[in-house]
């Protein structure tokens, strides 16, 4: 209601361009608003189905990234005997190398199966019922395994046939999608596009929410947000769970910045001891010299939930050194980012400010009005101690 009281219309379906202002919403009942052609479809029943959840005694994911990850671990958890398969040599390729161990550790202790030298998929076949896959691994041999279902999960490529983006002058390449620019505009000045069709990086729900978000001030309300400015968290959700925002260690050495880890093993915090889920860390990288944040993986019970504390830092553009000064409830494992903080105030104390403070140090204790207030402590304690002693004597 919001939209179509300032003329914004919101249309739902499948979509194509007639030129490059007019877009027809592929629907059969269609009636016109203004230059767009709105279509709808109300079905005559509306058929409610209720979600079934199949567990299977032998289910094979191919794809290493979350998602293959996120539903391996869970069918092996529900009873099924899994197998995960992939090409890099490891899992989570986009995270930190150790956060990604923690997790293979953890899946391997579950009984997943890992096959992750595959060079070549050969052949996928089915069987009656059974799903048959042939592949090649990095030493040459070619293998034929059995499974009841297969779940492909090796990456998406955004859907841009039969848009006819051509008649509407938008740019665009089958493999990267729509071309845009930093404020998420297409070669069509009028024509904005948000979302997995035009970033293969960022293919997240919460990155196309606030992407669309961007897009309504900058069309509307003649904003300026950029898509680059946008600090977009992400969470992967095994167990235990891998969370980060802002940049990790790859990032930051490729586009040559130079910085500080300061990490907090989660064998050092409390309600994980008690929790037994001591598998995991806090790490967070800050520019070299300051406590500005750059970054932070999270590795644990509910690193996605406690992601969000360090995106609200950087978003406030609240340093290291002052997140270390934010109370906590104990013991709770959130604790540990304030841990972290306390990790960079230490580096602060360099062997020049060391040398300075035992000089000052020194010279209090050196001064005559710190003797004789030493002095007097030392005769009121006498005083009271006589005093004990003639209260205890009968």
């Known amino acids: 209601s919001i939209y179509l009281s300032i003329c914004v219309y919101v249309c739902v379906g499948m979509r194509m361009f007639e030129d490059c202002i007019l877009l027809n919403i592929v629907r059969p009942d269609c009636f016109s608003c203004g230059r767009f052609k709105v279509c709808f479809t109300v079905p005559p029943r509306a058929f409610v189905h209720p979600f079934t959840f199949y567990v299977f005694l032998s289910f094979c994911a191919s794809g290493t990234g979350p998602i293959g990850c996120e539903m391996a671990q869970a069918f092996q958890r529900l009873g099924s005997q899994v197998t995960l398969m992939g090409r890099s040599g490891r899992i989570l390729k986009k995270e930190d190398q150790d956060a990604a161990e923690c997790v ?7 009984g ?30 070619v293998t034929t395994k059995e499974f009841d279902k297969l779940l492909v999960a090796a990456g998406r490529s955004p859907n841009v046939k ?13 493999e990267a999608g729509v071309q845009v620019n930093d404020k998420m505009l297409t070669s069509n000045g009028r024509i904005y596009a948000v979302g997995d069709v035009c970033t293969q990086e960022y293919q997240f729900t919460h990155a196309s929410d606030f992407m669309a978000r961007a897009v309504v001030r ?9 898509f680059s400015a946008l600090n977009i968290p992400a969470a992967t959700y095994t167990s235990p769970e891998v969370a980060h925002t802002g940049c990790i260690a790859r990032q930051l050495d490729k586009k040559g910045i130079a910085y500080q880890t300061f990490e907090k093993p989660l064998a050092e915090n409390d309600r994980s001891i008690l929790q037994l889920s001591t598998n995991g860390f806090v790490r967070v990288y800050c520019k070299r010299g300051t406590d500005e944040i750059l970054g932070a993986t999270i590795v644990g019970q509910n690193a996605g939930e406690m992601i969000s504390e360090v995106s609200v830092a950087m978003a406030a553009k609240m340093g290291l050194g002052t997140l270390a000064s934010v109370i906590h409830p104990y013991p709770t494992v959130s604790d540990a980012i304030r841990a972290c903080g306390d990790l960079y105030n230490r580096t602060r104390v360099t ?3 060391k040398s300075i403070l035992r000089r000052i140090v020194a010279i209090q204790r050196s001064s005559p009005r710190r003797s004789r207030a030493s002095v007097d402590m030392t005769d009121q304690t006498v005083q ?11």
């Open 162 to 174: 039969g848009l006819n983006l051509e008649l509407a002058e938008v740019k665009y390449c089958e």
């Open 104 to 110: 293979r550790a953890s899946m391997a202790m579950d």
């Open 218 to 226: 900058n069309a509307l309300f003649l904003g300026r947000e950029k």
């Open 112 to 141: 997943v199966t890992m096959l992750l030298n595959i060079t070549e998929y050969m052949q996928v076949e089915d069987l009656d019922g059974k799903i048959k896959l042939t592949f090649k691994t990095a030493e040459g041999k």
């Open 351 to 353: 062997p020049s400010v």
């Open 384 to 394: 009271i101690s006589q005093t004990a002693t003639i209260e205890e004597e009968p």
